[in-house]
């Protein structure tokens, strides 16, 4: 019976740990989408131009297609409105009532559909892979019962997930909507690591238990913390460039750091306090724990995501903003909140241990 129970915690930890795999490829994707500017290069959902597998070429279309994805993507968001206005959000629901930019229906791009098209495939793979992790979470409920819970729970974020995807693309690409989907990307990956993490509990003499002091999780937690903050003020920014980019036509990038203004010299400067945070975080880990344990490892995996961050965000400012860099810095910041996550579980499991031993 022993052996059984291991060999179906085991199997869900595999399938985890592909799911949040996944996730990663799909923000990757999705940085692709935004920085090549495909993000409409579907103006429907969840087909795209009407068919599961997109046209290749314009004269596959009615001659008044614009006109006709304008009109179902209008009524979308007129549904969307009044939703938000029964939930209360009406200052939200007028801006979207108002906002001229959805009114715009860009001509068909044969690239940047099939880029779109692939970003949605990717998506209905790891709705997928979120399905096998609630069947596989299921034989776990007899030890703990959370895991199943949260597995089905991650089920019904990917559907809102993909509903949110669905609003993004009917209000054209709503700079909001972009960053509340971004953010609920990192809270299904965020919970992934959590319940894999909850379920390795239910396997024997898993690790070696290691005195750590409060004060670490602390300063790691603020760390996290103010990562978050500093996602949503690079998505602040991507709007901004976003805006130069269409007024200039993509053209003459070297200027358009410069054109950015407060919000770039805010979000720069931020990069410089998470790195001493994070460099005393790094201080404490490193002096506290054993060389081989995990939160060493994975602290050592943090520093190197921070460097590496900071280095792709240098290079997109001192060489204008290189399309292949915009991906890469946006999978780098989602990777570095994984990790904290990560050590958050790791650090209050040894400091949880520490307290129950005295």
């Given at each position: 019976m022993k052996q059984a129970t291991n060999k179906s915690i085991n199997s869900f930890r595999r399938v985890s740990v592909i799911t949040v795999m996944a996730v990663y490829l799909l923000i990757l994707i999705g940085g692709i989408v935004r920085s090549s500017g495909s993000g409409m290069g579907c103006p429907d959902w969840p087909k795209c131009f009407g068919n599961v597998i997109p046209p290749t070429s314009?004269?596959?279309?009615?001659?008044?297609?614009?006109?006709?994805?304008?009109n179902k993507r209008l009524?979308?968001?007129?549904?969307?409105?009044?939703?938000?206005?029964?939930?209360?959000?009406?200052?939200?629901?007028?801006?979207?009532?108002?906002?001229?930019?959805?009114?715009?229906?860009?001509?068909f791009n044969a690239v940047k559909t099939w880029i779109e098209y692939l970003n949605r495939l990717a998506g209905v793979v790891i709705g997928l892979l979120i399905i096998l992790t609630v069947w596989k979470s299921f034989p776990l409920g007899k030890n703990d019962r959370w895991i199943p819970v949260l597995s089905v729970f991650n089920l019904l974020l990917v559907i809102f997930i993909g509903w949110i995807g669905s609003i993004v693309v009917s209000t054209n690409l709503l700079h909001w909507m972009i960053t509340f989907h971004m953010l609920l990307a990192l809270l299904l990956v965020s919970l992934l690591i959590y319940v894999y993490h909850r379920s390795g509990k239910l396997v024997q003499g898993k690790g070696v238990k290691i005195e750590l002091p409060k004060r670490i999780v602390w300063v790691l937690l603020i760390g996290t913390i103010l990562m978050l903050v500093q996602i949503v003020l690079g998505t602040q920014v991507r709007e901004q460039i976003d805006i130069i980019s269409s007024s200039l036509g993509g053209m003459l990038?070297?200027?358009?750091?410069?054109?950015?203004g407060f919000d770039f010299l805010i979000h720069?400067?931020?990069?410089?306090?998470?790195?001493?945070?994070?460099?005393?975080?790094?201080?404490?880990?490193?002096?506290?724990?054993?060389?081989?344990?995990q939160v060493n490892l994975w602290s050592q995996v943090l520093m190197v995501l921070i460097i590496l961050e900071i280095a792709t965000g240098m290079g997109m400012a001192y060489f204008g903003i290189p399309a292949f860099l915009q991906p890469i810095h946006l999978l780098l910041g989602s990777l570095i909140i994984g990790v904290q996550v990560i050590l958050l579980l790791e650090i209050r499991e040894n400091i949880q241990f520490r307290l129950n031993t005295n």
């Open positions: 314009v004269e596959q279309l009615p001659a008044n297609y614009q006109e006709i994805y304008l009524a979308k968001n007129e549904r969307f409105v009044a939703t938000l206005e029964k939930f209360g959000f009406p200052e939200k629901a007028k801006e979207i009532a108002n906002d001229k930019s959805i009114l715009i229906e860009e001509e990038r070297d200027e358009w750091v410069g054109r950015i720069r400067s931020f990069s410089l306090i998470l790195l001493g945070i994070h460099i005393l975080y790094f201080f404490w880990a490193f002096k506290y724990t054993l060389r081989r344990s």
